[in-house]
């Protein structure tokens, strides 16, 4: 008698415990059971060009889950079933994550993208089987593949979702993603949904439009190949509008949506395509650096515009010969034929009258040594001065030093980009903020360089196609054409015969006009290409190219922001 009282004692006090209790607790579970939270993602917003091209878009997927139900184990007809998938989609999983998934509810990705015949195969033989959830979800898509792709960026993945790792993908990431929704879900015991209500709606990505031309782009491509290691920018001087950024070489966005193979990754490593070397990467400026240095001299009396040289090909200072470009000397020269020219001789007499910080000072104010103020990661380069040397190096700034500094050489850094600024401010009269994206604002500075100055550059400049070091460009009479080329040493001339990283960068910069359509600047960046020809007959090109471009498109202008 006493047994089955103590007997119905500990069955009472178990009820009690399971029903009063631990009640909350079983409430939840069985909750859990019947609904379910599943987040909706958001279709990322694409980027366009100046006229809508989509450079970055979303292409749809049909991807195959498994969907847990909450079982301790997977059963044997579970393994059945994903074995069975496997073979049908080509693909493994890990039987670990999949039990993983089923005792908490979640869904676990199998397969991507399958096929038509894959889909109507899984549906043939799953047709009412809950684990099994096929989503129609959307893949980042570049249908310009590496065409300005230092601007677009690529997306990584993070928490098995995507989001911007670099170029306007990163900096836009809030705009493009938008924001994802939630549904909630009713589902029986074996994980069957009866019923799903949207808790929260999702929201899709923004457009994001480029001041980018991307049929502009692919002419300069055509031009500037894979081949070549550097920069191609066109900028519009006037309101900041970017048309053309490349940079060399370049890398396909839609690698980093799969994994990279260790061999792709080492040679990513090795040609670095992923540095935009239009903005963040660094580079000796050499002879378009003398416009800075002829805008000082003029500016502060040291020459007038009627000032001339007799270059004898070398100035003698400190015991030391600075020699010119042309060794047997130039002859006479006038100031406007030694920008032309592109002689030394001239400048290395201006340096006896300009101290280096008087240099670094005109050259701020053409916007060097500062970041241009793009969206996108840039490097500020380096102007030295006397302050700069002897906080680096602990050492005074020597004359002989300034020498180099006129022409460009020595420690002087500086960006594609920022050349291309300097040179829109000389025919504007204003600093432009580079704009990527169309609804930037206009962002100009006035250049505190006088009208008087500005103009005598100019017509230097015209005089370098017209009987200088672009006279190449000459010939093209339909254009009208401003232009300074530089050949900027890489290393100590006694290395040159050594050759690849030891030659020249080749560089070539312009401001031009065709007909009625609006001016662009152009500025080519050819690392180590032994001598400012190569970018000069690239420009070239790409002039007689443009020419026909413009003349066969009835909208010319609507590319200009």
Same mark, same amino acid.
């Given at each position: ?98 039990? *993983? ?51 677009? #960026? ?12 670099? #170029? ?9 993603? #938008?924001?994802? #929704? ?16 949207e808790s929260k709606q999702v929201m899709d990505g923004q457009t994001i439009q480029l001041t980018l031309d991307i049929e502009l782009t692919k002419l300069a491509e055509s031009v500037f190949g894979a081949h070549y290691t550097g920069a191609f920018i066109l900028l519009d001087p006037l309101t900041g509008a970017v048309k053309v950024l490349i940079s060399r070489p370049t890398f396909d966005p839609s690698l980093f949506l799969g994994r990279i193979s260790s061999e792709v990754w080492q040679q990513m490593q090795e040609y670095k395509p992923l540095l ?45 010969? *600075? ?29 006896? *009258? ?20 793009t969206v996108l990661s840039e490097q500020q380069g380096l102007v030295p001065n006397s302050a700069w040397k002897l906080r680096s190096k602990g050492e005074r700034w020597w004359p002989g030093e300034t020498l180099s500094a006129v022409i460009g050489q020595g420690p002087l850094l500086v960006t594609p980009m920022q050349v291309a600024r300097m040179i829109g401010s000389i025919f504007t009269g204003n600093l432009v903020t580079p704009r990527l994206l169309e609804n930037e604002p206009l962002v100009t500075t006035p250049l505190a360089i006088s009208q ?110």
């Amino acid at each position: 008698m006493c047994a089955s009282l103590t007997g119905i004692a500990i069955i009472i006090g178990r009820l009690f415990y399971l029903q009063v209790i631990n009640a909350p607790a079983f409430i939840d579970r069985g909750q859990k059971n019947f609904t379910r939270l599943e987040l909706v993602q958001s279709v990322r917003g694409p980027i366009v060009d100046c006229r809508g091209a989509l450079l970055a878009t979303n292409k749809p997927s049909t991807d195959i889950y498994w969907q847990g139900s909450g079982g301790r184990n997977l059963t044997q007809g579970q393994i059945a079933a994903l074995d069975k998938l496997a073979n049908i989609l080509n693909c493994s999983y890990s039987r670990e994550n999949i039990a *993983y998934a089923e005792r908490r509810y979640q869904h676990v990705l199998l397969a991507s993208d399958i096929s038509l015949e894959q889909l109507c195969r899984v549906q043939e033989l799953f047709a009412d089987y809950p684990h099994i959830a096929v989503k129609t979800n959307y893949k980042r898509y570049y249908p310009y593949h590496h065409s300005a792709a230092h601007i677009v #960026g690529y997306l990584g993945a993070w928490d098995s979702n995507y989001m911007g790792k670099m #170029g306007l993908e990163k900096i836009c990431e809030p705009v493009l993603k #938008g924001e994802q #929704g939630i549904v909630v879900q009713t589902i029986n015991s074996v994980g069957k949904r009866l019923d799903a209500k949207e808790s929260k709606q999702v929201m899709d990505g923004q457009t994001i439009q480029l001041t980018l031309d991307i049929e502009l782009t692919k002419l300069a491509e055509s031009v500037f190949g894979a081949h070549y290691t550097g920069a191609f920018i066109l900028l519009d001087p006037l309101t900041g509008a970017v048309k053309v950024l490349i940079s060399r070489p370049t890398f396909d966005p839609s690698l980093f949506l799969g994994r990279i193979s260790s061999e792709v990754w080492q040679q990513m490593q090795e040609y670095k395509p992923l540095l935009n070397r239009a903005l963040s990467a660094t580079y000796p400026l050499g002879s378009i650096f003398k416009l800075v240095t002829m805008s000082a001299a003029l500016e502060q009396g040291i020459v007038n515009q009627d000032t001339a040289w007799d270059c004898k090909g070398y100035v003698r200072f400190a015991g030391r010969n *600075y020699r010119c470009n042309m060794r047997q000397g130039h002859g006479i020269v006038s100031l406007e034929q030694s920008l032309a020219l592109s002689c030394n001789t001239g400048f290395f007499h201006m340096a006896n *009258y300009m101290p280096i910080d008087m240099i670094a000072d005109y050259a701020y104010r053409y916007g060097f040594g500062q970041k241009t103020g793009t969206v996108l990661s840039e490097q500020q380069g380096l102007v030295p001065n006397s302050a700069w040397k002897l906080r680096s190096k602990g050492e005074r700034w020597w004359p002989g030093e300034t020498l180099s500094a006129v022409i460009g050489q020595g420690p002087l850094l500086v960006t594609p980009m920022q050349v291309a600024r300097m040179i829109g401010s000389i025919f504007t009269g204003n600093l432009v903020t580079p704009r990527l994206l169309e609804n930037e604002p206009l962002v100009t500075t006035p250049l505190a360089i006088s009208q008087a100055t500005r103009e005598f550059l100019q017509r230097a400049m015209i005089k370098v196609v017209t009987e200088g070091t672009a006279r190449a460009i000459g010939a093209l009479s339909f254009f009208e054409v401003y232009a300074k080329t530089s050949t900027a040493q890489t290393s100590a001339l006694e290395k040159r015969h050594l050759g690849g990283k030891y030659l020249e960068h080749g560089w070539f910069a312009s401001y031009f006009k065709y007909k009625d359509n609006s001016p662009l600047v152009m500025v080519i960046l050819v690392e180590n290409a032994g001598s400012a020809s190569i970018p000069t007959r690239l420009a070239r090109e790409f002039f007689i190219k443009y020419r026909s471009y413009m003349d066969n498109n009835t909208y010319k202008n609507s590319f200009m922001s």
